[in-house]
């Protein structure tokens, strides 16, 4: 057990807000942490160690049972997300953990880092890029505010002339030319995101955690050759990289998140990765409370449009940084599906709720209460997930201030603008699951 709680990287204290000091000049701008440990309730470092068989194998139900009533402890907050992203399957040992884990850090990560490390050196050197370092043709510029040596070759990987070079070697020669180009394109604006997120945490003070969160992203945007990098991605990985001390492990808990996110960041030239999301919103909104859809789209915000930010980056911009976590924590406790790991890492696995285990209580308690009832019902529309729920319950829950004062999309910005820092992640949840199960019931009507 000490293993994979150890990986966390935090020492035990009273109150969760000490976890995650703010600097003193940002105590009056930034929201209000209303989360409370509560004993009994939050998962404690104790109640997590019990959770465990003699060779590691995690009673799942149990866990998820107290994350739903309380939240996580912040001093094993890393290490059970790594669980409830699918990082882990719960019916692993402490020994198969273990052996993924130096897996995942020495060869997966320390693979990639090392490719990205010998196209730009900046990798893993303690500092950061704020600055383009290429042409978009891929010639180098030299910036010496980059604290980069301005002799160092920058330039991509070309093709050498040579008349005897087969046709689809030079293809391939292109296609890397062309994503390394495109990756090198991005790191100068990761830094600038980097050097700007949850700029009010202590922990942010310190350059090397700065570093760390680049890194991080960095080296996934080579990974997500489709994606990339994106603004939003940084708000998504910076809570990893807080809890998580060694890098790699907090990379693996991003990569995984972003398992969950990553088609929010897809775009084409008609529609926004989170389309889908939306429109469900829209959906759910029209069965639920059609008086209140109906009014949105009187004023022209019947694609729900609004709602973007939040389902993007996760509500990070509505609730404090440990509130936000609070809110992550029980949503996926909600959704936790114990095929999940099987689904990411098995060549053939997928998850069917066509063979749930119907009637099964033993079984069905291993499932999150968002996931639990949809496998009864049979619901499963991918794009409606518990996040897309806890929108309609904040937009149903100033319905009467909506119908009363909006009239117009600024109108409903501004109202979900005041809401910042006055949200209850607990209340937003119970209540999305409200709606969850009036809307089950209307579609099965």
């Known amino acids: 057990m000490g293993g994979d709680v150890a990986c966390c990287g935090v020492v035990d204290s009273g109150e969760s807000d000490s976890f995650y000091a703010t600097k003193p000049e940002y105590q009056d701008d930034v929201p209000k942490t209303r989360f409370k440990l509560r004993a009994g309730k939050t998962l404690s470092a104790r109640k997590w160690n019990s959770a465990f068989s003699q060779d590691g194998q995690l009673d799942i139900a149990k866990v998820l049972r107290r994350i739903q009533r309380g939240g996580v402890h912040p001093s094993i907050k ?30 997966q990560y320390g693979t990639w880092k090392s490719e990205c490390q010998k196209m730009e050196p900046t990798i893993g050197s303690g500092t950061i890029i704020l600055a383009p370092i290429i042409t978009t043709d891929g010639r180098p510029i030299c910036d010496p505010s980059n604290n980069r040596d301005t002799q160092e070759d920058n330039t991509v990987p070309t093709s050498t002339p040579d008349a005897s070079l087969k046709h689809e070697e030079h293809a391939v020669d292109t296609d890397l030319e062309k994503k390394v180009i495109q990756w090198k394109l991005t790191l100068h604006q990761i830094g600038l995101d980097v050097v700007r997120t949850d700029r009010s945490l202590v922990f942010y003070e310190s350059e090397a955690n700065l570093a760390k969160l680049w890194n991080v992203l960095a080296v996934y945007a080579w990974i997500d050759n489709e994606i990339g990098y994106c603004q939003g991605m940084n708000d998504l990985c910076s809570p990893t990289v807080v809890l998580l001390e060694n890098e790699a492990d907090a990379f693996w808990c991003f990569e995984h998140v972003m398992r969950r996110m990553r088609e929010n960041f897809k775009a084409t030239a008609s529609s926004i990765g989170v389309q889908s999301q939306l429109n469900a919103l829209a959906t759910i909104i029209k069965m639920v409370d059609p008086k209140l859809h109906q009014h949105l789209e009187n004023l022209d915000g019947g694609e729900y449009i609004f709602a973007f930010r939040m389902l993007m980056v996760l509500f990070r911009r509505e609730f404090s940084f440990v509130d936000a976590l609070y809110l992550w924590e029980l949503m996926w406790a909600m959704e936790y599906n114990p095929s999940l790991f099987s689904l990411y890492e098995g060549p053939n696995a997928a998850m069917d709720r066509n063979n749930a285990p119907k009637g099964n209580d033993k079984l069905l308690k291993q499932y999150g209460r968002f996931e639990r009832k949809n496998l009864k019902t049979g619901f499963s529309d991918k794009s409606s997930s518990l996040s897309v729920f806890v929108v309609a319950g904040i937009l149903k829950s100033k319905k009467k201030q909506l119908l009363r004062e909006a009239r117009g999309l600024d109108n409903v910005l501004k109202v979900l603008n005041e809401l910042t820092g006055k949200l209850d992640a607990k209340k937003a949840c119970n209540e999305a699951l409200k709606i969850h199960k009036k809307y089950l019931s209307k579609m099965m009507q």
């Open 78 to 107: 890393g290490v059970v997300w790594e669980f409830l992203l699918g990082s882990f399957d719960p019916n692993s040992t402490f020994n198969e953990r273990n052996q993924l884990r130096q897996h995942r850090r020495w060869y």
